[in-house]
């Protein structure tokens, strides 16, 4: 720090001048901020639903709204989600309408499952984060009454979740609100992944004022599951195979659907799901009442194979996490060639299924 002075008859006057102080690296300095709650009236959410994009119908006909996958790598699910907002101050003082869309509780999606572009909630996906926020866009007064007052009323009236005191006949009356566009219908689409978990997803609307109040209403609509694979194969060819000979034909991670040799398996569905596997005896047929063939399977080379006889149906170790890719294995044994085959070669059938897993739990 240096001081300099300087006087004169009438005055004197000391500056004190600071050298800056340096800083390496990053700073970290605090900010705040406190909300002006503003005046007036808070926005009222009056309903709210979830449906397909047409905005009024869904998979069923139970309650809510209900949605399938497409069951189809990387074709992800469109939904609607729309709400009817009014704010005792008029529809002009409504700043913005959201949506914000949670994962299920209690369902850890595992580290195979990739969020969508679009999906900027929380990184850690599942176990009832946040997904992602939408905005919502306001319809036309003819838009939104028509499709609620006539879509959605007439042809799939349980579907809204209603705030207490509202109900059809209040918000579609002759002189209501909607009629009088002191309310109006907002809606918004999003993308469901193929891969998110099936389960049941919570919506919460916010609208919002240029004061900052703020109305909210939240319901609930359901993802419903299926397990579903697809495979890059279409053959398995055991080559040449001697007797008692225990032979492996192993798969890859690699998908390619040219390669006929190397087996892979992926989940294309929202469910976890465990491999079942059946095949014929390929005409080896049996002796002494015992199967001349078996055969083993299993997904993932760390698995334990598992062995099984013709014409039964089994299921392999190691489930398939949403989204994941991973080989199969199988294998032969034979202990005799029958003599009146006739043939040195043999053909036969193998029947892939699966069965949903559990979904991981969250820690």
């Known amino acids: ?37 503003g005046s007036g009236a808070n926005p009222i959410v009056k309903a709210k639903w979830e449906a397909n994009v047409d905005r009024y119908t869904d998979a069923a006909t139970t309650a809510g709204a209900q949605f399938d996958p497409t069951g189809v790598y990387q074709s992800n699910k469109t939904i609607a989600i729309c709400a009817i907002v009014a704010d005792p101050d008029g529809l002009s003082d409504i700043n913005k309408v959201y949506a914000d869309v949670f994962y299920p509780v209690g369902i850890a999606v595992g580290e195979h499952h990739v969020k969508l572009d679009d999906q900027d909630g929380s990184e850690g996906a599942g176990c009832g984060l946040l997904m992602q926020e939408d905005s919502l866009a306001r319809l036309t007064k003819s838009e939104g009454y028509n499709l609620f007052c006539d879509s959605v009323k007439n042809h799939n009236n349980n579907l809204p979740t209603f705030e207490d005191g509202y109900d059809y006949d209040e918000i579609c009356a002759a002189d209501g609100e909607l009629m009088k ?10 993308d469901l992944s193929y891969e998110d978990p099936s389960g049941s997803y919570r919506t919460l609307i916010l609208a919002q004022d240029k004061s900052g109040k703020d109305g909210t209403l939240d319901n609930y609509f359901t993802y419903r599951p299926m397990t579903a694979f697809e495979t890059d194969f279409s053959m398995i060819s055991y080559g040449n195979v001697k007797l008692n000979t225990h032979k492996i034909i192993n798969g890859d991670l690699t998908w390619n659907v040219m390669d006929q040799g190397k087996a892979s398996v992926r989940n294309v569905g929202n469910t976890r799901l465990t491999m079942k596997v059946q095949q014929n005896d390929m005409g ?18 760390d698995a334990t194979f598992v062995k099984y006889d013709p014409e039964v149906t089994k299921a392999l170790n190691e489930s398939l996490d949403l989204s994941e890719l991973n080989e199969m294995d199988f294998s032969i044994d034979i202990y005799k060639f029958p003599p009146e085959h006739g043939s040195s070669s043999y053909t036969g059938n193998m029947t892939l299924s699966a069965a949903s897993a559990a979904h991981l739990t969250c820690d």
């Open 1 to 37: 720090m240096k001081v300099f002075c300087a006087s004169s008859l009438i005055f004197s006057l000391c500056l004190t001048v600071f050298a800056p102080i340096a800083q390496v690296g990053a700073t970290e300095i605090g900010t705040s901020l406190t909300r002006d709650e």
């Open 181 to 190: 566009e002191t309310a109006a219908v907002y809606c918004a689409e999003k």
């Open 284 to 301: 080896l047929g049996k002796t002494d009442g015992n199967w001349n063939v078996k055969y083993d399977g299993r997904v993932g080379s």
